[in-house]
Nanobody, 119 residues
Framework: VQLQASGGGLVQTGGSLRLSCAAS????????IVWYRQAPGKQRELVAAITRVGNTNYANSVKGRFTISRDNAKNTVYLEMSSLKPEDTAVYSCYARIVPNGRPELGYWGQGTQVTVSS
């Protein structure tokens, strides 16, 4: 089982980006998925989360600007980020609770993807 994050990049203040986090391999199901971010010198923080049935949760700092969604058929979650600010600059990582075929649910981390917002 692998979890692959992608979509980061450099964008100007006020711009938009879409991150993707895709699970692949011998998977029975993907449950909760969470996007975290960590800026230099700061602790990792939860950005947004989504359950298998689509219930969502957001950090106060991104509410109204970020939208998390998922495509269960593709085992993929998306993070649409708009009205980006320099303080959104961080490495964004996804974490998913995945049920591999024939095994109990486990937690998996995707590799980070850098988001840089220039002022």
């Amino acid at each position: 089982v692998q979890l692959q994050a992608s979509g980061g990049g450099l964008v100007q203040t006020g711009g938009s980006l879409r991150l993707s986090c895709a699970a692949s391999g011998s998977i029975l199901g993907v449950n909760d998925i969470v996007w975290y971010r960590q800026a230099p010198g700061k602790q990792r923080e939860l950005v947004a989360a989504i359950t298998r049935v689509g219930n969502t949760n957001y950090a106060n700092s991104v509410k109204g600007r970020f939208t998390i969604s998922r495509d269960n058929a593709k085992n993929t979650v998306y993070l649409e980020m708009s009205s980006l600010k320099p303080e959104d600059t961080a490495v964004y990582s996804c974490y998913a609770r995945i049920v591999p075929n024939g095994r109990p649910e486990l937690g998996y981390w995707g590799q980070g993807t850098q988001v840089t917002v220039s002022s």
